[in-house]
């Protein structure tokens, strides 16, 4: 056992209203600059619908993230090593600047300088890469609320091995916001394809970053991943992606997105995990990957383990702060959020919890209570549709997997209900195969928990400061070694 | 005059080439790219950019070959002058054309997609293109002029021993002011080009990552300790 500790995200998706306060106060922070206009490392998407960039998820197409091969090897979809050298005159798989959008600004200039006349003077968009006029006719989450879904949402990928007319009903059956940043993977696709080396994880908290004095833009990044969360800058010709806001948590401070999240949704914290165990619990087939990526994570709370992240080198009040983990909590002890396409077998750090609120609908919808477990229960068995489009996005096809984490969370809501009423079924929590305590643990962490319950972020320690900076300056005259596993 | 132009010049391009380099290493890693722009363009740069490579991966393998390699060593294991000529002419023009088709793709990009390039494009990298569209034109063209469909022109006692030359400090620049005046623009261009190298995206030449193919797959980063 070789613990190792990352940072990871959890959101909850019942909770997006879509606003996109988290996009908007990470372009402000990250990417206002030139060269990234089109560039959003935190975006939210409407599902179903095809995402930004255009059907990101459609791999068979971009050939992002890995695969196993004939002979249950993992191998990168975009090819192997001197497939991906023999190609890189011309990158065959990239999306361009149209899968993306033309990004816009308007000409507000006209409206102080238009001459005196009868018609209102107008600020016509203009693009932020020709400067000339632009039609509008796309951007990221141009669908959004299925605005225009019979064109757009009926291309979603997860419709994947769904009839027909289950996919032509979904307009009136459900509808839910997915906000997106790199999933700071465990087995980053993108770190495997940088040809330069250039592209890192960080021993201590997992971040992935890009070394942007080694970045030779040979952009077979932008290919591997399949989140498509690394981005070309348009001016600079380098690679740039989220950075998990590196020098806020290192603070101790979590990220932008989070901090601005109106929903309250997000939750940041460490997780252990074992390295020894990454390599087989990425050789499992595609029904088995969710517990093997479960499996992955090591309770902070066994003092076996405590013993040997000691042992690794995790200062004692990281392991203090694992152990107060939100992220581990909601993964692993109450089970309810789930990892984002783990068929895509990047290990990704970033976890939702999937939106109740279509079941919830569909069960007033069938004249049920939405607020008793065993209506909600029934609708979920009952629910083909949003079901398995839901396994598709996080569960490899899984729909057990996905009704269990439901039903927790509708049990969480009638035995709070019963609670709240003063009339206590224990019918509530056996349904759930949880205990009370755990149900109002549970609630409380989604309902109530303050920033320091939602946000456990250890800070750096101050001693490594001056290491930290150069680690992602990447000072050239003072580099790191480069090591391999460690 | 030919004093300074081809004994002087290709020592002072050479030493600004060497200083540039080390000046633009030390100081501009963050510059240091390929300034890819397949995020503005793909269909015309899948087809112009292999073509240009391979092209001129082979014309700068050309040019070691034949201007490297002394008329007495091909004459030493057995090949006629005749045979090397053909050789000579069949591989450069193929390699020219090569070369050049995937040049023109890529200037016919350039200009079909100007507008998306206009606020990319980097001045050094325009001087660049300009020195190689007159280093190649030249040098192809007196190849096809002179020798494919002239009476020929023999580089290998003139413009090559003059080359060698320069590399063992025993520089003879009146062979080279002897040579046709297609040649002699081909070489004063190239060597202008040579000195500009380090100041444009060429630098990307130097960073071929051959250590990809023996890299762990994921890289980490750990404080020293
Ligand atoms: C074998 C080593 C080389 C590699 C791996 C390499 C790779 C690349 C890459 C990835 C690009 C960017 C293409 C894009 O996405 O826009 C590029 C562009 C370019 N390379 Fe190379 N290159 C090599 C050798 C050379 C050589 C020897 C030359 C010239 C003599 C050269 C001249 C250029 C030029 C002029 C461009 C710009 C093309 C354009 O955008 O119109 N390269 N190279
Ligand atoms: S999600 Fe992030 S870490 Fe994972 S492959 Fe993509 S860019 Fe890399
Ligand atoms: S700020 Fe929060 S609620 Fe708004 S879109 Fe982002 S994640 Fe959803």
Redesign the interface.
Known sequence: MRVRAQLAMVMNLDKCIGCSTCSVTCKQTWTNRD?VEYVWFNNVETKPGIGYPRSWEDQPHWRGGWRLDRQGRLRLRSGG??R??AR?????D????DDYYEPATYDFDNLLSAPASDQMPVARPLSA????PLRLEWGPNWDDDLGGSALYAAHDPNWAGLSQSVQRSFETTFMFHLPRICEHCL??AC??A????A??????DGLVLVD????????MCVTACPYKKIY?N?????AEKCTFCFPRVEAGLPTVCATTCVGRLRYIGLVLYDLDRVEPALAVPDDQLVAAQRGLFLDPADPAVAAQALADGLPPDWLQAAQASPIHALAIRHGVALPLHPEYRTLPMVWYIPPLSPVLDATAALGGDNASADDICQAVAGLRIPLAYLANLFTAGDVDLVAGALMRLAAVRSHMRSVTVGRPDPADTAAAGRSAAELEALYRLLAVAKPKDRYVIPAAHRE?AA??AQ?TS?C?LDR??????? | MSTILFGVWPYLAGAVCLVGHVWRW?FD??????????????RW??????L??LGALMVIGGHALGLLVPASATRAVGLSDHAYHLVAVGGGVAAGAVFAAGAVILTIRRFLSR??F???NRPADLVMYALLGITAGFGLGGTLVLNAFGQGYDYRPTIAVWFRGLFVLDPRPELMAAAPWPYQVHVLAALALIAWWPFTRLV?VW?V?????I??????????S
């Open positions: 060269g090593r001197w991906r050298l890189i005159f011309a990158n065959p990239l999306p361009t600047l890469v020709t400067g000339r087995n980053p770190v495997a940088c040809p330069s080396g592209i890192y994880k960080r021993q201590r942007q004095d080694k970045c030779r833009g040979w952009r070309l348009r001016t600079t010709a380098k490594e290491e930290l680690w990447g050239p790191l070694p480069l090591g391999i596993a460690p | 030390r890693q963050f510059g240091w790219t390929s300034r890819t722009s397949q995020l503005m363009e793909k740069l899948a087809i112009g950019s292999p240009f490579h507008a998306r206009r606020l990319s990307h960073s990552p051959l250590g990809y193919l890299r762990p797959p994921i890289v980490y980063r750990r404080p020293p």
